[in-house]
């Protein structure tokens, strides 16, 4: 990896530098890469799939930012 890259992004303000790693987490999938769930993740996902299907009524709509 690039030292100078490196350094550079080390000496970004803290907001910016989360932001840049916001948009570098984003732009994996756009290279065809999918991060593995996890198994946190999948059990999270697995109730929630669990509860909608015991009562499909009791959600709520959000829109998509």
């Known amino acids: 990896m690039n ?4 350094s550079n992004v080390r000496n970004l303000p803290l907001a910016e530098r989360i932001e ?3 948009l570098l987490w984003e732009s994996i999938p756009e290279q065809g890469c999918e991060p593995p769930t ?4 999948a059990e ?3 109730r929630r799939l669990e509860a909608h299907r ?3 009524g009791d959600t709520v709509s959000r829109g998509v930012d």
Request: hydrophobic share 30%; glycine share 0%; proline share 12%.
């Open 54 to 56: 015991r009562s499909p």
């Open 38 to 41: 996890t198994p946190e993740q």
């Open 44 to 46: 999270e996902l697995d």
């Open 3 to 6: 030292s100078e890259l490196v």
């Open 20 to 22: 840049l790693i916001d």
